[in-house]
């Protein structure tokens, strides 16, 4: 069991989910005030996408990233900012923004199938990869590995030695996948580009969901970290 | 995963805890006293042994169960009373207490390890036992099965076809062991008898353990069983 | 554990391994005449990949195909024939050649990760798929799903009910995996697709690879089916 | 998966199936022959339980062990002695019989079920038993583990660091668990003790389970180690 646990919140999503939920963020005014206010709800690192701002669709533009990042830095909120590059290369922003990025411990990799996972172990034989600050472990997709604990087990299992890692499952599993990866060793993630819903019928903020997995979390003992306890634990910098 | 959980809550244990903490029941009056407040916060079974009045220490009296059950009835607090008879012997208590009792549904069976449960499905297989009403998985007691998610796993596909079940971790293990239980379909345990702390060094009253699992359940998208609820579920009387 | 084994022996595969081998088949009457040893040696369905005769280069032409089948046929012995279609989608040829195929059971599916895994479910959940005769679970490709019991054990516990399936692993995995496949209910396939090698150095006819895995299956205490036991289990026409 | 795998043959053991076999050895002659022929089939360690000569009782007389042990060092086959002492004690013999007995290595536990692990592992805690040189994991015994893999190996992940380890079940899937131990990378084990038949209806001889036995190992690509090459690997002596 993990007792010093890192919330991970996923801001946004793909544009799909743009229309239905009234707290999700498109401009990157809006994707920076939503991840402060999941930093300031317990949440050590943000992970942001960011979108065009008439049309919410999904977009890799650097300005976007920028504003994003400058907009999060100004509120002296701490939080360790976790860009997207859209699939594979993810790299962490360093406290002066996108001036000193990729910052130190940008191993994030996003684990999509068993098969990224193998991929991940061959890069840190091969010597492309120290070894990964976190390790993440998705499931649940559609067509990707089920939110089924045996599954997990397996993975967990063949994890490399000494990582930190996470999963994070979508929709209703959310947050009862918290609670397995914490009774795992794991960290966690929630946030609005896994899961829209507070309840049922229900929408939810990304504070609000950061602030439910505080409270499985805590009920089970553990503790959440700070950015600067989950900088520790990842060896960041 | 199970969306509709019973909480048990086993309200006292062996006699070497009661100096400890402070809300340890001694007495049939503060046994009754503290199932009713457990059943009150949200357990729908509360799980009864009985004790020495003077000295605290372990007893198997009827006249003690006697009166814990008849208080417990007498405040109209609704809840499925579960007697023990210290090993492997389990009885349903029905509303108008020791007279009608062993009420229908009596076939809790307690889970000590992996041979117990062997045990259960051959008694349903020589007929001797109907489908049990509840299975219980005890984990994490020393020199049982460890309290581990392979284990459990191992154990619940295992389990004869169609049952309901129930699995409780002790100490520190329990509130984590609530939400693991909820994950793989199973239904939960807490209480003094296997857990006497809210958090390092704070003792825990049943009600606070039965409120803390009501957290982890509900934050989960689960929902908490009444005793009416609960009786439908295991198909009691 | 699955007492009625069926092997499929995977007769030939990609181009790269033709300089290596001496055992491997190029031409169609190399690739019927090693497929109808295989079946003389205990398989049960042969699956077939064909090569340009010239070069040794991955072939999907249609003429290379017939004069496969045709061949097995006029041998007169019986087999089931399993052609592949590259990737995804097979079909089972029945005992009058191209002319009557895709036989009936056409329904085997490759499973390359817990994905297509997901995909099989779907199209039987849609209609689009009766309940297959043969899930293929393939283990210990680069990339893959690692030949590992935990993750194996967890994609048979997350197979569609009352499904035949069959696993295998390749190069030194697959006469372990032959063993492992038994041993939790499935079928295997052994062949020089997947292996080339009988022992270190030792270079494998598909024959010996069949007569090898026969040999463990026995020793286990199974028994190996015939086509016609095969097709009666897979409920194949 | 473990490439060198040590046998173990556990000749004789309870009284009621002496009757059933013509194989089973009752006389302290009988079962030294017994379990010589075994050590030459391939087993590097033959499990020793004695039995009253005139009925075929069990026996716990050190005579009868002294008698076994003699004849064994007297043929001058090498192998790994290993008596039982009824339960939970188990002692290595060393080259010169009971004279130098218990020999160094004398870490043999029997393991019964997850409890007993438990106790294993304490001990090694305690400091009261350096690393075992073989945790024997006991499955299919009635009301014990049962022989499942789920259970398998949930126990092997539990297991203390770099122990050697071994595992049997009894009856039909005595083979299939030869298998099994190996493909997770323990150690075997055989013999009339678990298991009396051939294949249904033929009683088998000792050395013909471990003759099947290492038919198993080698076709799974492993080797069987000699008596010299276990002591290496168990760091005895």
């Known amino acids: 069991m993990n007792h010093d646990v890192i919330i991970s919140c996923a801001v946004t999503g793909d544009d799909t989910k743009v229309t239905k939920s009234p707290h999700c963020a498109v401009t990157p005014v809006e994707i920076a005030a939503t991840a402060i206010a999941a930093a300031q709800a317990g949440a050590a690192i943000v ?35 976790n860009l997207t590059c859209g699939m594979g290369g993810y790299i962490v922003v360093g406290d002066h923004g996108l001036k000193d990025t990729p910052g130190p411990g940008s191993d994030f990799v996003s684990q999509d199938d ?72 794991g960290n966690v993630r929630v946030g609005l580009e896994d899961n829209l819903y507070l309840s049922k019928g229900v929408y939810a903020s990304n504070a609000q969901l950061v602030e439910k997995a505080r409270t499985i979390i805590e009920a089970m003992g553990a503790r959440v970290l700070t950015p600067a306890q989950a900088r520790e634990k990842l060896q960041l910098r």
């Not at 992970?47 to 977009?59: L, N, Q």
């Not at 890799?60 to 939080?79: F, N």
């Open 114 to 185: 068993t098969g990224n996972l193998w991929f991940v172990k061959q890069m840190i034989k091969e010597g492309l990869l120290s070894a990964p600050s976190l390790i993440q472990l998705c499931m649940g997709i559609p067509y990707g590995v089920p939110a089924d604990v045996g599954h997990l087990l397996a993975m967990v299992n063949s994890l490399p030695e000494n990582c930190n890692w996470g999963t994070f499952a979508i929709s209703r599993m959310q947050m009862p996948w918290v609670a397995q990866a914490v009774l795992l060793g």
């Open 47 to 81: 992970h942001i996408h960011v979108r065009e701002p008439e049309t919410g669709a999904f977009s890799m533009e650097t300005r976007h990233y920028r504003e994003v990042v400058k907009r999060i830095r100004e509120s002296k909120v701490d939080v360790i900012v």
